[in-house]
């Protein structure tokens, strides 16, 4: 893929993206060259969705890169992302809520994190249901190195549009919901991060400030 298709590319989704929405740029799967090749477009916020390929990647590729993690994280890999990520968007229970404070109380730092919901319901998907939305926070107030940032979800696999809608719609309740009832040192709610190459227009509908777009990114 050339890097003249990745910059078109880019250009294109910018144009449909308020300038208060952030692009990530999802580069799973991509070789160093083409991810050095979206930062060279001027997408400096780069998901990864494997501990393994990110870390393969983070010293190689150059510029003001802000990595996300928006994969499945596992507990026995956290330690690995200490002090190198901006953000990890997929904390889906409170094991790993905990793990990533013990990781990050070992190593000195602060970890952003997103709470992760499954708002969709589905098998497939990761996350918190709605309903178990305070005992999360609670749980959030005894972690002193996490820094909550925001609510991020996976839209429903489905094409019918009104289905994707209400899922975000929901995500953006219980967003400002949380927002308006837990205040803390380590609970600064700033993000939502829905909406992907399929879905993101519906999801900036929907009051998303973080969108993940990859395929659209490489598509020919």
């Known amino acids: 893929m050339t890097e003249n298709v990745i910059a078109e590319n880019i250009a294109a989704i910018k144009k449909d993206i308020p300038e208060n929405v952030t692009l990530v740029g999802v580069t799973k799967h991509r070789s160093v060259e083409e991810t050095q090749a979206v930062v060279d477009a001027g997408v400096y916020d780069l998901g990864e969705n494997k501990v393994q390929e990110f870390l393969a990647k983070v010293d190689e590729v150059k510029g003001p890169v802000r990595w996300h993690f928006i994969g499945h994280l596992q507990r026995n890999k956290v330690k690995y992302l200490m002090g190198k990520v901006s953000l990890i968007h997929s904390v889906h229970s409170v094991p790993l809520l905990k793990t990533i404070e013990k990781e990050s109380a070992k190593h000195g730092v602060k970890t952003n994190v997103l709470i992760q919901f499954n708002l969709a319901k589905e098998d497939s998907k990761s996350g918190f249901m709605a309903e178990e ?88």
């Not at 803390?184 to 829905?194: A, C, T």
């Open 133 to 220: 939305y305070e005992m999360v926070m609670e749980e959030v107030g005894n972690c002193p190195h996490l820094e909550v940032q925001g609510l991020m979800c996976i839209g429903p696999m489905t094409k019918k549009s009104d289905e994707i809608h209400k899922v975000f719609k929901h995500l953006k309740e219980l967003y400002d919901t949380i927002e308006k009832e837990y205040h803390g040192e380590n609970i600064k709610m700033q993000y939502l991060s829905m909406g992907m190459t399929d879905d993101y227009p519906i999801a900036i509908e929907e009051g998303a400030t973080i969108v993940r777009i990859g395929r659209k990114i490489f598509n020919r």
